[in-house]
C-alpha cells in the first residue's frame, strides 16, 4: 500500500514540526548557555554573537566542579554497588529457579511503589543520628537501595534470554560457578549489563528528591546545585543555561543510547 | 575387605558418590541460590520495613523537633488533625489534577505521536530521540528552564510568541500556576509515553494492518480497532508507572511555585515536606506519608498484578 508522496511529506512535516517544538527548551537552554546575561533576557532570537562568558563564569565559581563530581560519584558509585549486589541474585533467579522467585521478583518490584515521600521522615531522622546527612555515602546508599529492584529485574530479563546450552557446555567442561559467571556469563550478556548500569546511572544523576531533601551543600550533586538558581537573587539566565547543558548533556547521550533497552527496564519486561 | 581389592568396590562407591551429590545437590542449589539472593533480600527487606514500620510508629506519636517536650502516644491524633485540616484535602485536590491531566496528556498525546512516529519518513530516527529527550533531563533543569526562559512573563519565549500575536503575555506562575506545573511534568512525561507505546507498536503485524486495509478500512478505523487494541497493555502500564511517580511529583513544584500562591500547587508530597523539613512535625508528616503510601498502593497491587500476568507468559 503507498501512500500518496504529498501525504507522505505532509506527514514528515508534521512529525519534524512536532519534534521541534518537543525539543525547543532543551535547544534554547543550550543557545541561551552562548548568549551573554543581556542578550539571554532581551527579546528571543537565534542570531547572536556566540560567546563562552558564562561557561567560564560557571566555572570559575569552584565550586560547579565539586557539585559535577558530586554527581558523578554517587550516580557510578551507587550504579556499581547496585550490580555488585543484583548480578548474583540474578544469576540465581535466572539459573537457578526455585518457587520462591516469582514471588521474590514480584516483591522487589513492589518494594519500588513506595513512594519516597512516604518515608522522608524516618530516613532523615536515621541519617541526622548516623551522621549520614549531607554525606556522598549517604546519598550513594539510598540511591543503591533505590535502583536495585530495578537493576536485578533488567539483569534477570537479559540472563534468561541466553541460550542456557551454553552454561550446560561451561558446566560439563567442568567450570565451576566462579569461572562460569566469569568467563560465560558476564562476557555474553555484557551489553545487557550495561544498558542496565547506564539506566541506573541516568536514574541515579536526575534523582530530585532525596538529593534535595538530604544533601545541603558538602554533598549536593548537580540536581540541587541547578536548583539553587531558583532563589531571586540567582536569577541569571545564561549562567543558569551554562550550568543546566552541562548537567544533562552526558546524560542526554546515554539515554540516546540506550532508549530500547532502557523500555524494558522501566515496565519490568512488560513492554518489549 | 571390599576396599582390599581395588577393582570392583570403586564403581559403587562412585555410583554412591553420584547418587549423594545429586540428592545433595538439590538442597545445595536451593542454598546456593538462597545465599546468591540474600545480599539483595536483605537490604531491600530492611529499606523496606525500617522506614515504613518507623513512619507507621510515629505517626500515632506526639513528636515535634521543635519542641522536644511534647511526646508521647497521640493515638490517632495526627490522623485527625490531618484528615479535618483543608490544606490536606486541598493538597488531595491538587495532587488527583496533577496526575490527572498529566495522564491525559502524556496517554492521548503519546499514541498520536507514537503512531505518527512509526510512519516512515525523512529522517525518522533522529526526530524520535528529539522528542525522547525531555525525558532525560532533570527535574530541576527542565522546571527552571520552562519557568525562566519559557514561561517569563516579560522576557520568556512564549510572552514573546503572545505579543508577536498581538496577545497579552501571560504570568504564567501567578494566574495559571497549577496549569504552568501541569505543562512542565507533561513535557517531561510525554516523551515517556511515546517512548514506550513506540516500543510497543513496532510489535503490531502489519500484514493484519494490511489486511484490514484491502478490506476498506481506513486509518481512522485501522486506529481504532487495530492499533489501539494492540496497545492496551503497553497504555495501561504506562498509566500506572506514571501514576506511581505522578503522585509524589516534588522537584518540579519545590524549584517553581514552593507550592504557591497560597496553597494552589501543593501536593501532597509537598505537604508532607513542608511538615517534615520545614515544620518539624514528625507526627504530622508521618501520618501524611501513611496516606501517601496508601494511595500508591493502590495502584500498585494493579500494576503487579500486571507484570505477574506478564511473567507467566
Same mark, same amino acid.
Given at each position: ?123 532523615? =531522622? %536515621?541519617?541526622?543520628? @548516623? ?5 556522598? $555515602? +549517604? !546519598?550513594?546508599? *539510598?540511591?543503591?537501595?533505590? #535502583? ?35 568467563? =560465560? %556469563?558476564?562476557?555474553? @550478556? ?5 544498558? $542496565? +548500569? !547506564?539506566?541506573? *546511572?541516568?536514574?541515579?544523576? #536526575? ?49 540516546? !543510547? ?15 | ?313
Amino acid at each position: 500500500m503507498t501512500t500518496p508522496r504529498y501525504k507522505r511529506f505532509l506527514l514528515a512535516v508534521l512529525a519534524w514540526a512536532i519534534a521541534l517544538i518537543i525539543f525547543f527548551p532543551i535547544l534554547w537552554m543550550a543557545l541561551t548557555g552562548f548568549k551573554t546575561e543581556a542578550a539571554a533576557i532581551a527579546d528571543p532570537s537565534f542570531v547572536f554573537s556566540p560567546t563562552l562568558e558564562s561557561y567560564v563564569a560557571v566555572h570559575a565559581r569552584a565550586d560547579y566542579l565539586k557539585f559535577a563530581l558530586n554527581s558523578v560519584v554517587v550516580a557510578f558509585g551507587s550504579t556499581l554497588l547496585a550490580l555488585l549486589i543484583a548480578i548474583p541474585s540474578a544469576y540465581s533467579m535466572a539459573f537457578l529457579p526455585t518457587p520462591r522467585t516469582k514471588g521474590t521478583l514480584l516483591w522487589m518490584l513492589s518494594t519500588k511503589m513506595l513512594p519516597p515521600v512516604g518515608v522522608l521522615m524516618p530516613i532523615y =531522622l %536515621l541519617f541526622r543520628d @548516623t551522621g549520614l546527612l549531607d554525606t556522598l $555515602t +549517604g !546519598l550513594i546508599i *539510598v540511591y543503591t537501595l533505590m #535502583n536495585l529492584p530495578i537493576v536485578v529485574w533488567m539483569l534477570y530479563t537479559f540472563f534468561k534470554d541466553l541460550p542456557r546450552d551454553i552454561l550446560e557446555a561451561g558446566r560439563m567442561d567442568g567450570a565451576s560457578t566462579l569461572q562460569e559467571v566469569r568467563h =560465560l %556469563l558476564l562476557p555474553l @550478556t555484557l551489553p545487557g549489563i550495561a544498558s $542496565t +548500569g !547506564l539506566l541506573a *546511572v541516568i536514574l541515579s544523576w #536526575n534523582e530530585s528528591f532525596w538529593s534535595l531533601n538530604l544533601t545541603s551543600s558538602d554533598a549536593a550533586p548537580l540536581t540541587a546545585y541547578i536548583a539553587s538558581f531558583s532563589s531571586p537573587e540567582g536569577l541569571f539566565w545564561a549562567k543558569l543555561s551554562a550550568a543546566s547543558t552541562m548537567a544533562i548533556a552526558p546524560i542526554l547521550v546515554f539515554g540516546w !543510547l540506550t532508549q530500547k533497552q532502557m523500555v524494558r527496564g522501566l515496565t519490568f519486561g512488560a513492554v518489549k | 575387605m571390599p576396599g582390599s581389592c581395588p577393582g570392583s568396590p570403586l564403581p559403587t562407591i562412585a555410583v554412591n558418590l553420584m547418587n549423594k551429590t545429586r540428592a545433595y545437590g538439590r538442597t545445595v542449589g536451593g542454598l546456593r541460590s538462597l545465599s546468591l539472593q540474600a545480599p539483595a533480600v536483605t537490604l531491600l527487606l530492611l529499606w523496606m520495613l525500617v522506614p515504613l514500620g518507623m513512619t507507621l510508629w510515629f505517626s500515632f506519636q506526639r513528636y515535634n523537633l521543635l519542641m522536644p517536650g511534647m511526646t508521647g502516644f497521640a493515638g490517632l491524633e495526627n490522623y485527625e488533625y490531618l484528615l479535618t485540616d483543608p490544606a490536606l484535602w486541598s493538597a488531595m485536590g491538587v495532587t488527583l489534577l496533577l496526575v490527572g491531566w498529566v495522564l491525559f496528556i502524556t496517554v492521548v498525546g503519546g499514541t498520536l505521536l507514537a503512531v505518527l512516529f512509526q510512519q516512515d519518513f525523512l529522517g525518522r530516527g533522529v526526530a524520535r530521540v528529539l522528542a525522547i529527550s525531555p525525558f532525560f533531563v532533570m527535574p530541576t533543569v527542565s522546571a527552571l528552564v520552562w519557568k525562566n526562559m519559557m514561561m517569563h512573563p516579560a522576557n520568556g519565549v512564549l510572552a514573546w510568541l503572545a505579543n508577536l500575536f498581538g496577545l497579552p503575555a501571560v504570568d504564567w506562575f501567578s494566574s495559571l500556576p497549577l496549569t504552568s506545573i501541569v505543562i512542565i511534568v507533561a513535557w517531561q512525561w510525554l516523551p515517556f509515553a511515546l517512548l514506550i507505546l513506540l516500543t510497543a507498536i513496532q510489535s503490531l503485524d502489519d500484514d493484519q494492518v494490511e489486511a484490514a486495509r484491502m478490506d476498506g478500512a481506513g486509518p481512522i478505523a485501522v486506529f481504532f480497532f487495530i492499533t489501539l487494541p494492540h496497545l492496551k497493555r503497553a497504555i495501561s502500564v504506562v498509566i500506572m508507572i506514571e501514576m506511581i511517580f505522578l503522585l509524589t511529583i516534588f522537584a518540579e513544584i519545590f524549584v517553581t511555585t514552593s507550592g504557591g500562591p497560597g496553597l494552589a500547587t501543593t501536593n501532597l508530597a509537598y505537604l508532607i515536606y513542608i511538615q517534615a523539613l520545614l515544620d518539624f512535625d514528625v507526627g504530622t508528616a508521618s501520618a501524611g506519608g501513611v496516606i501517601a503510601i496508601i494511595l500508591a498502593n493502590i495502584v500498585a497491587i494493579f500494576l503487579v498484578r500486571l507484570v505477574a500476568k506478564n511473567l507467566e507468559s
